[in-house]
């Protein structure tokens, strides 16, 4: 199994800055991609950002040019660093990941419990 612990949420001033952490542990063999989704209250979760094991990232236009995904490889922690934040952008952060958990297994998400940002104007 693959656990996904978040962190680095908070309360934050319209225009300002956080960085997310997740940080992946468990049985992993590999990891094809990992990402940021979040969730509003009254909304349905939506994909925030992306990156593959290769490096590509993919970004919500919400967020394309304000949010950075990046992968730290050697430990398996994914960030999200987030600039000129807006009442918009409040939600829980939920960080996900496609893995492979054993040689010859099928590629399976796991789900991090989510951390909460809040943004006031």
């Known amino acids: 199994q693959v656990q996904l612990v978040e962190s680095g949420g908070g309360l934050v001033q319209a225009g300002g800055s956080l960085r997310l952490s997740c940080a992946a542990s468990?049985?992993?063999?590999?990891?094809?991609?990992m990402g940021w989704y979040r969730q509003a209250p009254g909304k349905q979760r939506e994909l925030v950002a992306t990156v593959t094991s290769g490096g590509r990232t993919n970004y919500a236009d919400s967020v394309k040019g304000r949010f950075t995904i990046s992968r730290d490889s050697t430990n398996n922690t994914l960030y999200l660093r987030m600039n000129s934040l807006k009442p918009e952008d409040a939600a829980v952060y939920y960080c996900?990941?496609?893995?492979?958990?054993?040689?010859?297994?099928?590629?399976?998400?796991?789900w991090g419990q989510g951390t909460q940002v809040t943004v006031s104007s």
């Open positions: 468990g049985s992993i063999f590999s990891i094809d991609a």
């Open positions: 996900y990941c496609n893995a492979v958990i054993r040689p010859g297994a099928a590629s399976a998400g796991y």
